[in-house]
T-cell receptor
Framework: GQQLNQSPQSMFIQEGEDVSMNCTSS?????WLWYKQEPGEGPVLLIA?????ELTSNGRLTAQFGITRKDSFLNISASIPSDVGIYFC???????????FGQGTRLTINP | GAVVSQHPSWVICKSGTSVKIECRSL??????MFWYRQFPKQSLMLMAT?????????EQGVEKDKFLINHASLTLSTLTVTSAHPEDSSFYIC?????????????FGNGTRLTVT
């Protein structure tokens, strides 16, 4: 089946640093989504990408939908303590309706 | 924006009992909802697709007689864990699309932490 490879699995950074994480797939997706999950809660949507090559920002977050439709990255600029959490990428093919998730990137920030 | 509500947020039950988890779309109608299971430090695993007015579609390896899904209305899906055992302890999360909004992404409930003693 379809799988997403998300990296890195974990990151330990200093407050104020920029963060970059990415997802790659062996197959094509029509939509890429980035979610953040905090302990004991459900994932919260950060950014949705619908077109190959699309670059979208949400505050300090920027994500891009790869031209090949097989990859996406998420950048966080000037990290702050509340950015701590697990970030998941997810791919969606409209026909299937099912999301395929990456393994997650656990972000830890040292103040 | 689209909001998905899940209840309860946590539940503790004894082995052998059944537990029902509700998932509601609060300000939109959802003909399809999805149920996920998440183990500690792992990603979300899709268990089943809940279809309003018809039978749920289960992923391979998920026991449909153990995880009963009912989607009786356009705003409510329920997951019942029957004859729960300690190995069923997990974090269960539902999600739904707002199909009336073009390209609406999946929105998730806040999850239900199930502990079976």
């Amino acid at each position: 089946g379809q799988q997403l490879n998300q990296s890195p699995q974990s990151m330990f950074i200093q407050e104020g640093e920029d963060v970059s994480m990415n997802c790659t797939s062996s197959s094509i997706f029509n939509t890429w989504l980035w979610y953040k999950q905090e302990p004991g809660e459900g994932p919260v949507l950060l950014i949705a990408l619908y077109k190959a090559g699309e670059l979208t920002s949400n505050g300090r977050l920027t994500a891009q939908f790869g031209i090949t439709r097989k990859d996406s990255f998420l950048n966080i600029s000037a990290s702050i303590p509340s950015d701590v959490g697990i970030y998941f990428c997810a791919g969606l093919n409209q026909g299937a309706q099912k999301l395929v998730f990456g393994q997650g990137t656990r972000l830890t920030i040292n103040p | 924006g689209a909001v998905v509500s899940q209840h309860p947020s946590w539940v503790i039950c004894k082995s052998g009992t059944s537990v029902k988890i509700e998932c509601r779309s609060l300000d939109f109608q959802a003909t399809t909802m999805f149920w996920y299971r998440q183990f500690p430090k792992q990603s979300l695993m899709l268990m089943a697709t809940s279809n309003e007015g018809s039978k749920a579609t289960y992923e391979q390896g998920v026991e449909k007689d153990k995880f009963l899904i009912n989607h009786a209305s356009l705003t409510l899906s329920t997951l019942t864990v029957t004859s729960a055992h300690p190995e069923d302890s997990s974090f269960y999360i539902c999600s739904a699309h707002d199909l009336t909004t073009y390209n609406s992404p999946l929105h998730f409930g806040n999850g239900t932490r199930l502990t079976v003693t």
